[in-house]
C-alpha cells in the first residue's frame, strides 16, 4: 500500500503536473486562434466558461501528453546532461574515483556495504584508470542494488520527485514558449496588455529554465543521489 501511494504521488508531482503546467499556454493559444469564434458564440460573455474550457481542455492534453514528456525528459533533457542511460549520473560519480563529489573514505565504505549487500563487484582505482568504461558500467549495476534496497526512502522519494519535475517540467518547453508566444503575440494584436504581460513572464520563465537546464539538474540530481546512499548506509547499519 505504501508503496502504491508512492507511486502515485510521484506520478502526480513529477509527472502530470509538470505536463499540465507545460500545456496550458498551447492549449490557450489553440483556443485563442482556432476556434474564438466558437467560443464567443457558445460562452457568450461568460468569462468564467472560458476559463473552465482552459483548464479543462489542459487537463485532457497533459493526461495525453505527460508519458511523452517523461520520455523527452529521460531522452532529450537527461541524456544530454548525464550521458545515455544517466552514465554520468551523480550516483554513479560518487562510487568511482577518478569523480569528486565525496571523499575517498566515504566512496570506500558505500562500496564496500553495497558488496556486502548484494556482492557487486567493484574495479579497484589501477582497474578503474586501466578500464574507466567497464568500471562505469560496474557501478551503475551497483546503484541499481542501492536503488531496490532504499526502495522510497522517507527522504529519496521527495528528492526524486523534485528531480523528476524539473526535468519533466523543462521537456515541456518547447511547446510552453510556443504557446506563450502566440497568446502574446494575439493579445498584443487586439491591446490587451496584462494577459499579454502574462504570458511574456510565462515564456521568460520557462526560456530561463531550459537556459538554465545543466545547472538545475546537477544541483537536484546531487541532492538525490547524496539523500539515497545516506538512507542506504542507515538502513544498512539499523540491521546490523
Not at 498584443?188 to 537546464?213: G, N, V
Amino acid at each position: 500500500m505504501d508503496k502504491f501511494k508512492s507511486w502515485d504521488e510521484y506520478e502526480i508531482k513529477a509527472r502530470y503536473i509538470p505536463a499540465f503546467l507545460s500545456v496550458i499556454p498551447i492549449v490557450h493559444f489553440l483556443i485563442l486562434f482556432v476556434g474564438m469564434s466558437f467560443w464567443h458564440e457558445l460562452i457568450g460573455n461568460i468569462s468564467w466558461m472560458l476559463v473552465i474550457a482552459n483548464l479543462s481542455l489542459s487537463l485532457i492534453v497533459m493526461l495525453a501528453i505527460a508519458q511523452l514528456q517523461s520520455t523527452l525528459g529521460k531522452i532529450w533533457i537527461e541524456e544530454s546532461i548525464f550521458g545515455k542511460g544517466g552514465g554520468r549520473f551523480p550516483t554513479t560519480n560518487m562510487l568511482l574515483y577518478n569523480e569528486g563529489l565525496i571523499s575517498k573514505d566515504r566512496k570506500d565504505l558505500l562500496r564496500t556495504k553495497i558488496s556486502e549487500m548484494s556482492d557487486c563487484t567493484f574495479s579497484s582505482e589501477k582497474e578503474e584508470k586501466d578500464d574507466p568504461e567497464n568500471a562505469r558500467l560496474q557501478t551503475r549495476e551497483a546503484v541499481g542494488h542501492v536503488r531496490s534496497k532504499v526502495g522510497h526512502g522517507v527522504k529519496t522519494i521527495q528528492y526524486n520527485i523534485r528531480y523528476g519535475f524539473f526535468r519533466n517540467l523543462i521537456a515541456g518547453a518547447a511547446w510552453c514558449c510556443i504557446g506563450s508566444l502566440g497568446c502574446s503575440i494575439l493579445y498584443y494584436s487586439h491591446s490587451k496588455w496584462e494577459p499579454m504581460s502574462l504570458f511574456l513572464i510565462y515564456f521568460a520563465a520557462f526560456a530561463a529554465l531550459y537556459t538554465f537546464r545543466k545547472t538545475i539538474l546537477e544541483r537536484l540530481a546531487y541532492n538525490y543521489a547524496d539523500t539515497l546512499f545516506n538512507e542506504f548506509l542507515s538502513q544498512y547499519q539499523g540491521e546490523q
